[in-house]
């Protein structure tokens, strides 16, 4: 049973292109979560995705966009890229509706962006 | 507001000694609360959960943490060390509308 899978590993752009960031999910899961990650820091939350629905959303701004397909995979798009940007992406998933307060997240490896 | 605060950003410890790492929250509510660990070019995996069960949570690898309610403490501990245990560890307070990772604790294991 494969874990939790991002595509691309690693990533390097420009600023001010976008990018699109890829997950699938954990056999099973129904719900992806996508946080950022700078270099020393611990990971911020940007947004979560249920039933294709954005349900819940940290302070990122509306450059940070998101869609979640049928098949329950998801997509992160960034744009007019910032140096800033520049962090580790992170995608968990989890189990069915379990509620944001205590379900247990199952994460990628990450997808590491670079913006030059 | 909430947060949380991991007391340490880096702790070393002997192969086969007690590990403590330490993480403080801040909460009007009863939160949850985890413990992830990263080891390098990896992703994060749940080491253990409070979920106002028992206080005294045993998780994977022989790690267990206690919550204390009147310290707001949920510190992360072990008994001896092994060297595979070198990797950084995050605190992580969950509630019905955030989702916050504390900064950080890189643990090293020396020889």
């Known amino acids: 049973d494969a874990g939790v899978t991002q595509s691309p590993t690693h990533l390097i752009k420009t600023r001010g292109q976008q990018v699109t960031l890829r997950c699938s999910p954990k056999s099973g899961h129904d719900t992806v979560s996508w946080y950022q990650q700078a270099l020393g820091q611990g990971p911020q939350f940007i947004f979560q995705?249920?039933?294709?629905?954005?349900?819940q959303r940290g302070n990122f701004p509306d450059r940070f966009s998101g869609h979640q397909f049928p098949n329950y995979s998801s997509e992160l798009n960034v744009n007019a890229l910032l140096l800033g940007d520049s962090a580790l992406y992170l995608c968990?998933?989890?189990?069915?509706?379990?509620?944001?307060?205590?379900?247990?997240?199952?994460f990628g490896p990450g997808t590491r962006l670079t913006v030059t | 507001a909430q947060s949380v605060t991991q007391l340490d950003s880096h702790v070393s410890v002997s192969e086969g000694t007690p590990v403590l790492l330490r993480c403080n929250y801040s909460?009007?509510?009863?939160?949850?609360l985890f413990w992830y660990v990263q080891h390098p070019n990896k992703g994060l995996q749940l080491l253990l959960k409070y979920t106002s069960a028992a206080t005294l949570v045993k998780g994977i690898n022989g790690f267990e943490a206690e919550f204390k309610k009147s310290e707001t403490s949920f510190h992360l501990t072990k008994p001896s060390a092994h060297m595979s245990d070198a990797a950084e560890y995050f605190c992580v307070y969950s509630s019905a509308s955030k989702i916050i990772f504390g900064s950080g604790t890189r643990l090293s294991i020396r020889p």
């Open positions: 968990a998933s989890s189990y069915p509706n379990q509620g944001v307060n205590s379900y247990e997240q199952y």
């Open positions: 995705y249920y039933e294709e629905e954005e349900r």
């Open positions: 909460s009007s509510y009863s939160p949850s």
